[in-house]
C-alpha cells in the first residue's frame, strides 16, 4: 500500500504543484513550451504505469482494507453512469476545445462553443471525474479509493487549473469565452446560454459510443470484473 500512496502522490504532485501553475511558466520560460511538453508527457506516461503497477499489487493485498460497502444496487449503476462519462470524455477528446493541449488558438473561434463544450468546458476531464466517483462508490477496499480517487481529485483539480493558466496566457480573449461556457457542467445553461444537445449526437457520438462498447464487452477480460448486472461476461 505505500508504494501505491508514493505513486499517487508523486502523480497528483506534478500536476497540482507544476502544471497550471506559475511553476510551468517559469519552466516553459527556460527551455520552451516543446520540451516541457514533451519532458511532461513522459513524465505523467511513467507516473500513471508506476500508479497501475502499484494498484495491482495492492488490490486484494493484506494491508487493502474494506473501507465500506454501498450496496449492490451502485454497480448496478455500472453501465449508464459510465456510458455518460465516455459521452462526455471522448467527445471531449475530439471537439476544438481551447482548454485542450495546443488547441489555444479554439478560444478565438465562434464555432468551439458546440456540442459537449455547451455543457462544460472541460468535457474530457468531467468524463474521467465521473468515472473516477463511480468507481470510488462501486469499489469501497483501500486500494481502489486511492486510486480511483487519484484521478477524481486531479479531474476535479485540473479544471479549475487549467481555467487559470488559460487565463494567465490568452487574457480577454479567455474572459470572452468563459463568459459563454462553464467549468461546472450545465452552470453555463443556468446562465441563460443556449443548450442544444442535438449537437451533441454527430460523428463524435458515435465514435464515444464505439469506444464505450468496445470497453464494456472487454472489461470482464481485462480487468476480470463483469460491468453487467448478473456478472455475466461475452469471452
Given at each position: 500500500m505505500t508504494m501505491l500512496l508514493t505513486a499517487a502522490a508523486v502523480f497528483l504532485g506534478i500536476h497540482v504543484l507544476?502544471?497550471?501553475t506559475r511553476a510551468r511558466d517559469a519552466i516553459t520560460g527556460a527551455i520552451g513550451e516543446g520540451a516541457y511538453t514533451g519532458l511532461f508527457s513522459l513524465?505523467?506516461?511513467a507516473a500513471i504505469i508506476w500508479l497501475v503497477?502499484?494498484?495491482?499489487?495492492?488490490n486484494g493485498g493484506a494491508d487493502d482494507k474494506e473501507?465500506?460497502?454501498l450496496g449492490v444496487g451502485v454497480k448496478h449503476?455500472?453501465?449508464p453512469v459510465v456510458a455518460l462519462a465516455f459521452f462526455l470524455g471522448v467527445q471531449g477528446?475530439?471537439?476544438p476545445n481551447p482548454t485542450s493541449v495546443k488547441q489555444e488558438g479554439a478560444v478565438a473561434k465562434d464555432s468551439t462553443i458546440h456540442g459537449v463544450v455547451r455543457i462544460t468546458r472541460h468535457p474530457f476531464l468531467w468524463g474521467v471525474a465521473l468515472w473516477a466517483a463511480f468507481h470510488v462508490a462501486a469499489n469501497g477496499n483501500l486500494a481502489s479509493v486511492i486510486f480511483f480517487g487519484t484521478f477524481l481529485v486531479l479531474s476535479v483539480v485540473g479544471t479549475f487549473s487549467i481555467d487559470a493558466k488559460r487565463k494567465r496566457k490568452l487574457g480577454e480573449a479567455w474572459n470572452e469565452f468563459a463568459s459563454k461556457t462553464s467549468?461546472?457542467?450545465?452552470?453555463?445553461?443556468?446562465?441563460?446560454?443556449p443548450?442544444?444537445?442535438?449537437?451533441?449526437f454527430g460523428w463524435r457520438f458515435g465514435v464515444a459510443m464505439l469506444v464505450f462498447l468496445a470497453v464494456l464487452f472487454s472489461h470482464a477480460h481485462l480487468f476480470h470484473v463483469s460491468p453487467f448486472p448478473n456478472g455475466w461476461a461475452p469471452y
Open positions: 507544476i502544471s497550471g513524465a505523467s506516461l503497477i502499484a494498484y495491482n499489487r495492492a473501507l465500506y460497502s449503476l455500472a453501465i477528446l475530439l471537439a467549468n461546472i457542467p450545465f452552470a453555463a445553461v443556468l446562465r441563460g446560454n443548450l442544444r444537445l442535438g449537437e451533441s
